[in-house]
C-alpha cells in the first residue's frame, strides 16, 4: 500500500481536481503512477487501439501572433514562407489521400490570429467537403467570435483545436499578443456551438513540473473536458523566441520520464478524453512513445509533415505499430454513423443554462 493520493472511480470525468491532487500525481513513483494510468486508460479505452488523425496546413506563416514556439510568426525568423489560403479543392485532394492511407481524422491548420468573416465561404466547403467524404474533421484557425463557431458548427465541423499551451502563471512568458483568458473565450464559444473541443499544449519550452501541473489543472477543471488532448513536445525551432533560447541548453528536450509523466496525469484526470501524442514524435524513441501508449496516449498525427516541422512518417509509425503491437483505431466512415458521433448541436448551451 501507499499513502499517494487515491485516484477517482476511472469513469467519473471530475472537473474539480486541485493543484495539490495533481501535483500528487506528478509526485507519484514513476512506475505507480503508470500503472494507475494503465487502469484508468483501460476502464474507458480499447487499450491497444491508436487514433489516426492528418494534419494540413491551409494556410502557413506570416501570423501576427508572437508565440514563442512557433515558426509561423511574423516575428520569428525561421524561414517559413507565407502563403495565401489554399484552395478548397486542393485541401479536399489531400483529405482523401490521408484517408486512403488509413487517417479517420484530418485537422485543418491556419496561421490566423483568428479568421476573418470574408475566408468564412471556403473555410465552410472544406468542412463540408472533407466531412462528406467520411472523415472526422477539425480545423484550428485561432480565436474565434460566437458567430463564427455557430457557422462551423452549422457546417458539421467535428472537432476545434484551440490550445491553452502552457499554464495561466507563465502565459505572458509565451505569448504577449493575447491572454489566456481569450484562449478560455473561444473554448467557450466552440462549446456552446456544440463542437467538439481539441485542447492541449507544449511541454518542454522550459517551464517548470509547477507550470506542468497548472497546465494539466486548467484543462481538467474546465466546465467540460476537452474531448481531444493533444500534448506536444515543444519541436525547438532556429529563428522562433524558444528555439534560440533553449538551443544548447539542457532544456532543449524534455526529460523523456516527465513526459511521460504529464501524459499519465492528463489520462487519469481526464479519463474520457482522447489524449494525443503530437509534435514532438519524430525526436522519441519507440520506447518513449510505447510508455506513453502505456500511460493513456491513444491517439497520434501521421504523415511526415505536422503543419511546418517534420512528423514521424508513415513508414515509422507502421514500423513502430507493428513492433509494439498497436492496431489503427478505426471509426465507422458511413456519413450516418460521422454524424451520430458529433455532439448535439445545443447541448453545451441546454447545460449551461441549467
Ligand atoms: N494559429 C492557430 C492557433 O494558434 O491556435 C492554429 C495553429 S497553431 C500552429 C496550433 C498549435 O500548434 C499551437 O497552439 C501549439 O500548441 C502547437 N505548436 C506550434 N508550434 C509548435 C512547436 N514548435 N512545437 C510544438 N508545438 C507547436
Ligand atoms: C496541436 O496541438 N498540435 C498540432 C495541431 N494541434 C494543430 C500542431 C503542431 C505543430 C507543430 C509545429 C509545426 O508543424 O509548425
Ligand atoms: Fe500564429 Fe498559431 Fe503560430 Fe501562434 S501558434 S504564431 S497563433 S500560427
Redesign the pocket.
Known sequence: MTDTPAVAAPTVARTDWTREEIAGLFDLPFTELVFRAAEVHRANHKANEVQLST?LSIKTGGCVEDCGY???SVKADSGVKATKLMEVQQVLQRAAQARDQGSTRF?M?AAWRNPKDRDMPAIIEMVKGVRSMGLETCM?LGMLTPDQADMLSDAGLDYY?H?IDTSPERYDQVITTRTMDDRLDTLSNVRMAGINVCS?GIVGMGETRADRVGFVHTLATLPDHPQSV?V?AL?PVKGTVLGDMLADTPLAKIDDVEFVRTVAVARITMPLSMVRL??GREAMSDMTQAMCFMAGANSI?TGDK????PNSGDDNDLAMFARLGIKPMAIDLTPGQVEAQRMPKGCAKLEAAE
Open positions: 494534419l512557433c515558426s509561423q485537422c491548420g484550428t483545436n490550445n492541449g493533444p506536444n519541436v503530437s509534435a498525427f505536422l503543419l511546418t516541422a
